[in-house]
């Protein structure tokens, strides 16, 4: 075998891979997971909306909220996140 056909049987093997890190991420919660319902604020119980306007690279790569009336911080699965000091 040359070099593409391994590149392509490492991409082949990579898909399932994601799709079980995904699958796993969403049971156990983690940030791989994908989060369809809607989360409300730890803090105040605001709900937050679906659409969000990520407020900073970490929540726009993993998810995550801002509440819009505490301004607290959670994940996408509506955990408060320690914001560092
Ligand atoms: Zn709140």
Not at 9 to 27: F, K
């Amino acid at each position: 075998m040359d070099i593409h056909t391994y590149a392509g049987l490492a991409l082949l093997a990579a898909l399932p891979l994601g799709l079980a890190l995904i699958g796993y991420g969403t049971i156990v919660k983690n940030r791989w997971g994908i989060n369809l319902r809607a989360v409300s604020c730890p803090d105040c119980g605001t709900e937050i909306g679906r659409v969000r306007a990520p407020k900073s690279g970490n929540q726009a790569m993993w998810g995550g909220h801002t509440c819009p009336s505490c301004g607290c911080e959670m994940d996408k699965w509506g955990r408060p996140i320690a914001r560092p000091v």
